[in-house]
């Protein structure tokens, strides 16, 4: 029964590598959002979709690229990936866009070696 | 550049005191402002919202909201130690093209 769900949990990597986390919710929400944690918790927008159209694009390395194949999914993929993108990134959905609530998955945690 | 800040903590308190978060926002157009707890190693949840000024109150947790001081706040009454875990604020902006703004988190702590 799991609002918003995100896969994998944990993501531990090699620099340089090509990598993807899924997120999928069951709210039928409108507007689906991916958000990056770094190491002192700082939880910062990365990019924003509202019915499959990309709202947000905060700036963000072009390695990053989102995509939502329908409005109940929004994938990550991130190219030749950087120590620096060591990180938890939370997948978030919302009704519709801006003033309502956002839900959170649980979180990938992902560690580049 | 739209901001959110908190103090980082950490606040202790002793259980069943209040508790009392502050939060203050840059941008004097604001909407929504929100309140979430995230516990360590956990995704954040919400805890409140609050669209007007004044307060909100839910249980133990009363939100005040004041837009001519631009200052949010999350009052936790009777606090727990389960209420132990960093609170985000999170705010609005009136600005298209953007969604929330997060605080970087107040972290308390309530002993027994």
């Known amino acids: 029964d799991t609002a918003v769900s995100q896969t994998p949990k944990y993501l531990v990597t090699q620099m340089g590598n090509d990598k993807s986390i899924k997120c999928e919710q069951n709210?039928?929400?409108?507007?689906m959002y991916w958000y990056k944690q770094d190491s002192k918790k700082f939880l910062k927008i990365m990019f924003s979709?509202?019915?499959?159209?990309?709202?947000i694009n905060e700036t963000v390395p072009n390695r990053f690229s989102p995509k939502s194949p329908d409005k109940a999914h929004l994938n990550l993929h991130i190219n030749s990936l950087e120590l620096g993108d060591s990180a938890v990134y939370f997948c978030?959905?919302?009704?519709?866009?801006?003033?309502?609530?956002?839900?959170f998955g649980p979180g990938t945690r992902l560690l580049v070696l | 550049q739209k901001e959110v800040e908190q103090n980082s903590g950490p606040l202790s308190v002793p259980e069943g005191a209040i508790a009392s978060l502050n939060c203050t926002y840059s941008?004097?157009?604001?909407?929504?402002f929100f309140w979430y707890r995230q516990y360590s190693g956990k995704s954040p949840e919400l805890i409140m919202f609050i669209y007007s000024n004044g307060d909100k109150e839910d249980g133990r947790f009363t939100a005040q909201l004041n837009k001519a001081s631009q200052y949010v706040s999350l009052l936790i009454r009777d606090s727990q130690p389960s209420d132990s875990a960093t609170y985000l604020c999170a705010v609005t902006p009136n600005q298209a093209g953007t969604a929330l703004i997060f605080g970087k988190g107040t972290t308390l702590s309530v002993s027994s």
């Open positions: 941008d004097r157009g604001s909407q929504s």
């Open positions: 979709y509202n019915n499959k159209e990309l709202i």
């Open positions: 709210l039928g929400h409108d507007t």
């Open positions: 978030a959905s919302s009704q519709r866009w801006r003033r309502e609530t956002q839900y």
